[in-house]
């Protein structure tokens, strides 16, 4: 590692991120995964251009969502901003994905790819799990759809989607007091496997919040491999890691009513319905999941997502977060598998005084490339460099952590 006076988290942050791929041979193993896409095109030759060349063939002022496509809705929170009149109005970022019903590419070869890669080419009970959760990676996005959803009995219309068929747009909203769920509908029918009603949650301006990573913070995957990857994702029933839920259940109930909770993970879009589910059965807290969008419907996406600039990505969604609810005194929690310590740090010291305290949870139960040394306390000095030392916490029993927030709650008081 680089000399304290030299060293840049976010770029020692690439740099583990680089030298895990080129050790597990990520490169070689996306490039062996079964290709969704039309034969013969590669994965260097779909890009943008390919895409914005699609799009152009769409209303560019949207057309409704029918029972053709499949629609997620995210749940998301509502935050008070300004308007124009600087009077206070409530307001929520909006995001609704948009996919074509009928897969057009060979489901049952793919799987059977997917299987063979992970040694279950004979086990049906194996290949069936592996269809239902790779579906989402299989459909084809909906550019230009335009959804529109019941929200507190008055109808809010979405803006268009975009090439990637997410819809992303701020809404304003009627008041409403802090804390208080709402449940959102779609108009129309999205047809089948669509989460057609989200949650909103609105959140004052003071007070506290937590953000929460979900691999290995709050769910087992245990390995930077790329088949184990593809295991933990498609085939092994999601679990939760030993006195997690424990500890969020006792947060909740240590902080105010009102507090929200964010899930911040590198993991991208097609898995919102999987990871939602998983916290909602594992009896983790409600809150607004943020995933990344950068999946392009591919498998070889999924790992990408999860091993490529992830510090960069978490640091610019939690500025995002930052721009909401900018008076809130935040709680973070993360691993030290990936660049979690690095990218809140970075936010520790460019926001400062928004993030009041980090507990990274040391992941020595991980078959990982190279976690000895991401677990070095110096690489935690490091990363946290500047950051006052009772400001941050690496643990290993989740039952660390809870004092420590009570007393920081009391001296918040």
Partial sequence: MADASEFIPSAFAAEMQLRTRKKQDFDGFEASLPDPRAPGLSLKQFNVAHILDAFTKYNPFGRPVNGED??????????????????????????????????????????????????????????????????????????????????????????????????????KLEKDQSGQEIISELTADGGADSPLKMETYYAGPEGWAVISDIDDTIKVTLTSDPTGILRSTFVDAPKAIPGMVELYSDIVHTLPKDSPWFYLSASPYNLYPFLREFRDEAKFPAGTMILRDSSWR???????????????????????????????????FGDSTQSDPEAYGEIYRTVPGWIKIIFIRKATDVAAFGIEEKNQPERFEKAFKDIPREAWHVFEEPGECLERIRDLVAREA
């Fill in 70 to 171: 499949i629609v997620w809705l995210f749940d998301n929170t509502a935050y008070q901003s300004p308007d124009h009149t600087h009077h206070t109005v409530w307001e929520a970022e909006f995001v609704a994905a948009v996919f074509e019903k009928e897969c057009k590419c060979k489901v049952a070869d793919i799987v059977s790819g997917i299987a063979e890669k992970l040694g279950l080419a004979d086990d049906e009970e194996g290949k069936q799990t592996i269809e239902e959760r790779l579906r989402p990676f299989l459909w084809d996005v909906r550019p230009a759809k335009v959804a529109k959803i019941l929200h507190k009995d008055k109808e809010i219309k979405l803006s268009p989607t975009g090439i990637n068929g997410i819809s992303t747009s701020t809404q």
């Fill in 298 to 332: 591919t498998v070889s996406g999924l790992l990408t997502a999860l091993t490529v600039q992830t510090e960069e990505y978490k640091a610019d969604r939690m500025r995002k977060i930052h721009s909401w609810l900018p008076k809130r005194k935040l709680i973070v």
